[in-house]
């Protein structure tokens, strides 16, 4: 089946830097992909959509000039975290929308540690 | 079942014994449910789908019953095993066809040998 891979896996940085997290699509095009967040025992959250060559749109409340968002490829998507800060520690998820038939598939999520 | 606060409800089964996992939607308009499920650490991987023009549909040991009337959906696993064990989420697409989903707030499923 399709292969949504997300990079990296784990990541500690220190508070105030800026960490990027990449979304690929290995096998298939991808116009849409979507961005979520997860607190531990906690459900999934959108964050935002990613749009191929246009900007992303968020979801209210989520800042978007601190969770930057560039979706410059088919079948590439980044979330780059800005400033980061302890209480952006989180499971970071994106799933991409296959180009053709609409079909969705997720990634196995990257988790961010913030020191 | 419903969640109160932050904590995930949790559903204790015996192996061998019939999973029912029950979830409420939020938005009479979407068109579209899937089920997934969530091992610890990991993202979350597709188990079954249903669309709004349908009330059930029958997978490999699993069925998704939808109830468009009072927004609640279900999900039954038969003859549960121990690698069931995971976090349940069902999601909406609750805007048609975009592939933009809203996800519930899971149900913790633990089978017991």
């Known amino acids: 089946g399709a292969v949504v891979s997300q990079h990296p896996s784990r990541v500690i940085c220190k508070s105030g830097t800026s960490v990027k997290i990449e979304c690929r699509s290995l096998?298939?095009?991808?116009?849409?992909m979507f961005w979520y967040r997860q607190f531990p025992k906690q459900s999934l959250m959108l964050m935002a959509t990613?749009?191929?060559?246009?900007?992303?749109?968020?979801e209210q409340g989520v800042e978007k000039d601190k969770f930057l968002i560039n979706h410059a490829s088919l079948t590439l998507s980044t979330l780059t975290v800005t400033s980061a800060h302890p209480e952006d520690s989180s499971f970071y998820i994106c799933?991409?929308?296959?180009?053709?038939?609409?079909?969705?598939?997720f990634g196995e999520g990257s988790r961010l540690t913030v020191l | 079942g419903e969640s109160v606060g932050l904590h995930l409800p949790t559903l204790s089964v015996q192996e061998g014994d019939n999973s029912i996992i029950n979830c409420a939607y939020s938005?009479?308009?979407?068109?579209?449910f899937i089920w997934y499920k969530q091992e610890s650490g990991k993202g979350p991987q597709f188990i079954i789908d249903?669309?709004?023009?349908?009330d059930k549909r029958q997978g490999q040991r699993v069925t998704v019953l939808l109830n468009k009337t009072v927004k609640h959906l279900s999900l039954q696993i038969a003859a549960t095993q121990p690698g069931d064990s995971a976090v349940y989420f069902c999601a909406e697409n609750s805007v048609v066809n975009t592939g933009k989903l809203i996800f519930g707030q899971g149900t913790t499923l633990q089978v017991k040998p």
């Open positions: 990613s749009n191929e060559g246009s900007k992303a749109t968020y």
């Open positions: 938005n009479s308009a979407s068109d579209y």
């Open positions: 799933s991409a929308r296959e180009v053709y038939t609409g079909e969705l598939f």
């Open positions: 249903i669309r709004s023009n349908m």
């Open positions: 096998d298939f095009q991808a116009t849409t």
